[in-house]
């Protein structure tokens, strides 16, 4: 009995040792199984991800995925540095996703003091979780006031799990580049009718404007006095009139005057007297901006005499202007004036234009990186974007100056320029900021 009840316990071992090692191959077999899956999943995503870099790179993009969120030098050098354009996908659940959706397409924003410490070290901004951006395009998730979050407080860099890159701007129109900006102006042909007839149209959108409460700069206002005079004179109160017409029947000499004698010249109405009313009007003008040149010229050091002997090419530039040059505004919807006279398109010109420089005279002072040509083209695409930004201020600030210096300078094609605009709305300054102040 004690022989056989040995057997039965040496048979229970074996079976039991049995069973441990078909357990332990079994969980081997499942490792090993586990193990190839996990190698074909690697190898699938690896494939999906190269046909995701090769669709990207189709359209000249470049595709980069973290799970872990990415860096303030990773995107900087990935293409924040040539301003390129950023399609992000989002972390779900995130706080940044929750506010800015799943995919925003937005270019990147630095202020002039960030760039600079990014080109001298790229990883100089890490240590700061947000980037802020511009949003570009809307999409699906985003809160309503999406756009100016981004601008204000940024995204959180480590939020981002994937970014398609798009190809980048003008070599020459980054921050580093030394080289002048290209810009891409588009030239709009215009013919007018001619003979004076210009002024139905003219006179008509100007009256909607004045409908809508936009703002007229002086010499507008005064071109809309004049055109009312010719188009609806009855509809205008005496003193209105009188702006035009004073009480003894005498055109008015002034820049209302000017403007309704130079319609009836184009319109061909003008008798002998009138002819050279227009021409002592014309003269007025002529003289009332040379002395703004003076002005200019004495505050800048230097005569008018020393700056025609010594710069006869500028000084040539400034008088043509002297006739040529049209006040422009730059609001379109709003209802503060803002806008560039004679003396801002001097005041600028003289010191920051290479083209026009005045050599050492005005060396110290910052010039575009543009040519003459294309400096009003800037001046113009700055100011109407700065236009919501500028009648938000003076709704608040009526007799402030508005100022656009510093971290707030505006950023455009590489450049940073510093804006001045006095109560009244006169451009008094505009001036690509310095890089060695920063």
């Given at each position: 009995?004690?022989h056989?009840?040995?057997?039965?316990?040496?048979?229970?071992?074996?079976?039991?040792?049995?069973?441990?090692?078909?357990?332990?191959?079994?969980e081997?077999?499942?490792q090993?199984?586990?193990?190839?899956?996990s190698?074909l999943?690697?190898?699938?995503?690896?494939?999906?991800?190269?046909?995701e870099?090769d669709?990207?790179?189709?359209?000249?993009?470049?595709?980069?995925?973290?799970k872990?969120?990415f860096?303030?030098e990773?995107?900087?050098?990935?293409?924040g540095r040539?301003?390129?354009?950023?399609?992000?996908?989002?972390?779900?659940?995130?706080?940044?996703?929750q506010?800015?959706?799943?995919?925003?397409?937005?270019?990147?924003?630095?202020?002039?003091?960030?760039?600079?410490?990014?080109?001298?070290?790229?990883?100089?901004?890490?240590?700061?979780?947000?980037?802020?951006?511009?949003?570009?395009?809307?999409c699906?998730?985003?809160?309503?006031?999406?756009?100016?979050?981004?601008?204000?407080e940024?995204?959180?860099?480590?939020?981002?799990?994937?970014?398609?890159?798009?190809?980048?701007?003008?070599?020459?129109n980054?921050?580093?580049?030394?080289?002048?900006?290209?810009?891409?102006?588009?030239?709009?042909?215009?013919?007018?009718?001619?003979?004076?007839?210009?002024?139905?149209?003219?006179?008509?959108?100007?009256?909607?404007k004045?409908?809508?409460?936009?703002?007229?700069?002086?010499?507008?206002?005064?071109?809309?006095?004049?055109?009312r005079?010719i188009?609806?004179?009855?509809?205008m109160?005496?003193?209105?009139?009188?702006?035009?017409?004073?009480?003894?029947?005498h055109?008015?000499?002034?820049?209302?005057g000017?403007?309704?004698l130079?319609?009836?010249e184009?319109?061909?109405?003008?008798?002998?007297?009138?002819?050279?009313?227009?021409?002592?009007?014309?003269?007025?003008?002529?003289?009332?901006?040379?002395?703004?040149?003076?002005?200019?010229?004495?505050?800048?050091?230097?005569?008018?005499?020393?700056f025609?002997?010594?710069?006869?090419?500028?000084a040539?530039?400034?008088?043509?202007?002297?006739?040529?040059f049209?006040?422009?505004?730059?609001?379109?919807?709003?209802?503060?004036?803002?806008?560039?006279?004679?003396?801002?398109?001097v005041?600028?010109?003289?010191r920051?234009?290479?083209?026009?420089?005045?050599?050492?005279?005005?060396a110290?002072?910052?010039?575009?990186?543009?040519?003459?040509?294309?400096?009003?083209?800037?001046i113009?695409?700055?100011?109407h974007?700065?236009?919501?930004?500028?009648?938000?201020?003076?709704?608040?600030?009526p007799?402030?100056?508005?100022?656009?210096t510093?971290?707030?300078a505006?950023?455009?094609l590489?450049?940073?320029?510093?804006?001045?605009?006095?109560?009244?709305?006169?451009?008094?300054?505009?001036?690509?900021?310095?890089?060695?102040?920063?």
């Open positions: 009995m004690a056989h009840k040995k057997i039965r316990i040496r048979g229970r071992s074996v079976k039991r040792k049995r069973h441990r090692k078909s357990k332990r191959a079994k081997r077999m499942e090993l199984n586990n193990d190839n899956t190698v999943l690697e190898e699938l995503q690896k494939l999906i991800d190269k046909a870099q669709m990207a790179a189709m359209i000249g993009a470049n595709l980069y995925k973290q872990d969120g860096t303030q990773q995107l900087y050098t990935y293409g040539n301003d390129s354009v950023f399609t992000l996908a989002l972390r779900p659940g995130t706080e940044s996703y506010k800015y959706g799943d995919c925003p397409t937005v270019c990147f924003v630095y202020t002039q003091v960030e760039r600079k410490a990014l080109e001298e070290n790229s990883s100089a901004l890490n240590n700061n979780p947000f980037i802020k951006a511009k949003l570009l395009v809307p699906n998730g985003q809160s309503e006031n999406a756009a100016e979050l981004l601008l204000r940024g995204i959180k860099t480590r939020d981002i799990e994937e970014i398609t890159v798009l190809p980048s701007r003008d070599e020459n980054t921050f580093q580049s030394k080289e002048k900006r290209t810009l891409n102006v588009m030239e709009v042909p215009f013919e007018a009718y001619g003979g004076g007839r210009d002024i139905g149209w003219i006179y008509g959108f100007m009256c909607k004045k409908k809508d409460g936009i703002g007229f700069m002086p010499d507008d206002e005064d071109l809309y006095t004049a055109y005079f188009c609806d004179k009855e509809g109160s005496e003193e209105e009139r009188q702006k035009v017409i004073d009480k003894d029947g055109i008015v000499m002034s820049n209302v000017y403007h309704y130079k319609w009836g184009e319109a061909g109405f003008l008798g002998e007297k009138d002819k050279e009313l227009l021409s002592e009007l014309r003269r007025r003008k002529v003289h009332e901006r040379f002395e703004v040149l003076k002005d200019e010229l004495k505050r800048a050091g230097i005569s008018f005499n020393q025609r002997g010594k710069y006869k090419e500028q040539l530039f400034f008088l043509q202007r002297l006739y040529s049209h006040d422009r505004s730059f609001n379109i919807l709003g209802k503060h004036p803002m806008y560039m006279d004679y003396r801002s398109f005041h600028i010109y003289l920051h234009v290479d083209d026009v420089n005045m050599g050492e005279q005005l110290q002072k910052d010039k575009f990186q543009l040519f003459e040509r294309d400096v009003m083209h800037m113009d695409h700055v100011m974007e700065l236009e919501k930004d500028y009648q938000q201020f003076r709704d608040a600030n007799d402030k100056k508005y100022r656009r510093g971290k707030m505006y950023y455009c590489g450049d940073y320029y510093e804006v001045f605009v006095d109560k009244d709305g006169r451009l008094e300054s505009f001036y690509k900021a310095s890089r060695k102040d920063c």
